[in-house]
């Protein structure tokens, strides 16, 4: 089956640096997505995006987050200035339909996990 | 309010005895349902999701899950645990109106020779 492959799988900041998330979705997928999971906590919608826009985020999904789909084949999720609270796994996903469709299947990657300083 | 609750953190069988791991939702409306898995440094996997074609709905490696409009559930089971099965079990729901997927807290299962 084909895969979401997200690098790299650890990252390691100090805060108030900026990071860059990578993530390489199925290649025939048009929807993207973003969701995280500080550890003990529930894993979190951040942001959906399609035809490269925003199509919906989260409360969580301030001004110190943006993503972009900067060629053909990767979709990165960028933190402007780590805090402390950002550390956690961070989950790529894709689609070929929106998630609103119902029953659609989201394909995740393996994750990132952040750990700021 | 939209929300999903997994009664067990942690669930403990022995090989070859069954799993159930129990999920319950909130909504206003028919939800989409799913439980995803997540192996040691693997991805998010989907097991199964509920279509509305039936109720019972069955997915892969064995697991099922049971639709109970009636108890707001959608709980999985599998009859014969093997030691494969160890690992984070999600219960996710999405809602007609939102990209949002929502996340149970998840339950580990152990499964002991």
């Known amino acids: 089956e084909p895969e979401v492959t997200q690098t790299p799988s650890h990252q390691v900041t100090q805060m108030g640096q900026e990071v860059i998330l990578r993530c390489v979705p199925i290649?025939?997928?048009?929807?993207f997505y973003w969701y995280r999971q500080i550890l003990g906590q529930k894993v979190e919608f951040l942001v959906s995006?399609?035809?490269?826009?925003?199509?919906?985020k989260s409360e969580i999904f301030d001004d110190q987050f943006s993503v972009e789909r900067p060629d053909g084949s990767n979709f990165t999720l960028k933190i402007r200035s780590t805090k402390l609270e950002d550390s956690a796994m961070y989950f790529c996903?894709?689609?070929?339909?929106?998630?609103?469709?119902?029953?659609?299947?989201?394909?995740f990657g393996s994750g990132t996990q952040l750990s700021v300083l | 309010a939209q929300s999903v609750t997994q009664l067990d953190s942690h669930v403990s069988v022995s090989e070859g005895t069954p799993v159930l791991l129990r999920c319950n939702y909130s909504?206003?409306?028919?939800?989409?349902l799913f439980w995803y898995v997540q192996h040691p440094n693997k991805g998010l996997q989907l097991l199964l999701k509920?279509?509305?074609?039936?109720?019972l709905v069955k997915g892969i490696n064995g697991f099922e899950a049971e639709f109970k409009k009636s108890e707001t559930s959608f709980h999985l089971t599998k009859p014969s645990a093997h030691m494969s099965d160890a690992a984070e079990y999600f219960c996710?729901?999405?809602?007609?109106?939102?990209?949002?997927?929502?996340f149970g807290t998840g339950t580990r299962l152990q499964v002991f020779p």
């Open positions: 996903a894709s689609s070929p339909r929106p998630a609103i469709i119902r029953n659609e299947k989201l394909f």
């Open positions: 909504s206003s409306y028919s939800p989409s």
């Open positions: 996710v729901v999405g809602f007609y109106n939102t990209d949002k997927l929502i």
């Open positions: 290649s025939n997928h048009l929807y």
């Open positions: 995006f399609y035809n490269n826009e925003i199509s919906e």
């Open positions: 509920y279509t509305s074609a039936a109720t």
